[in-house]
């Protein structure tokens, strides 16, 4: 069964301070694997598909086979990127994707 | 283009009542979905489609119906609304063709049922 695993709901680090966060998967095939971010106010909206391997406003994330995880990384925090992040997976030539249940990421001045 | 447009914004239904989201996308995507978002959970798929006149069940299908007559609109029907369907409701579209898998959100319509 496809499933998507994000351990912490919240995550607070303050500002110039790296920050990571967690996803995990289930899935046995080859997904697409995405973040999306939803800032305050705003729309849910893509930050990042593991298929283009680019970084985003600062952001990476390394799709890793072998632990069927799909970090996100950015080595300086700023307060804008204080957010609500989900994880979301789509198999391998399907129309669903799946979400995890969000981390919400809380940057300190 | 405005994207994709949910109505209502807000809803208070009661117990037992019936209603509709609006969805309408105007990015002639082929593909549209609908989610809920409750607290803690995420987003769960209710209901899918990948063209007019198909669509196919997520997975919290119970309680609700969709139609899809037309590319641009793909409407939610809670027939008896219960507390448990309290939720905010999210429209979304994604284009057809291999590796874009993205989707593009409405802005949600907050519903409670009371």
């Known amino acids: 069964a496809q499933r998507v695993t994000q351990p912490e709901k919240l995550l607070s680090v303050f500002k110039g301070a790296p920050v990571e966060l967690k996803c995990n998967y289930s899935y046995s095939g080859s997904p697409e694997l995405f973040w999306y971010v939803q800032y305050s106010r705003q729309r849910l909206q893509l930050l990042l598909r593991h298929i283009s391997r680019e970084s985003i406003k600062g952001f990476t994330a390394d799709l890793n086979k072998g632990e069927t995880s799909f970090h996100l990384k950015k080595p300086f925090a700023q307060e804008e990127d204080s957010a609500m992040y989900y994880c979301?997976?789509?198999?391998?030539?399907?129309?669903?994707?799946?979400f995890g249940a969000g981390t919400r990421l809380f940057v300190k001045a | 283009n405005a994207g994709v447009t949910q109505t209502p914004k807000f809803r208070i239904l009661k117990i037992g009542q019936s209603m509709t989201l609006q969805c309408a996308q105007d990015?002639?995507?082929?593909?549209m979905y609908w989610y809920r978002q409750d607290p803690g959970m995420g987003l769960k798929l209710i209901y899918y489609?990948?063209?007019?006149?198909?669509?196919d069940k997520g997975e919290v299908p119970n309680g609700y119906n969709v139609s899809r007559s037309t590319t641009e609109d793909f409407p939610l029907r809670l027939e008896l609304a219960a507390p448990s369907q309290t939720s905010v409701y999210f429209c979304?579209?994604?284009?057809?063709?291999?590796?874009?898998?993205?989707?593009?959100f409405g802005e949600g319509s907050r519903l409670t049922v009371l």
């Open positions: 489609s990948v063209g007019a006149g198909i669509t």
């Open positions: 979301a997976l789509r198999g391998t030539g399907g129309f669903k994707t799946i």
């Open positions: 979304a579209s994604s284009p057809e063709g291999l590796n874009t898998g993205e989707l593009f």
């Open positions: 990015m002639n995507h082929n593909y």
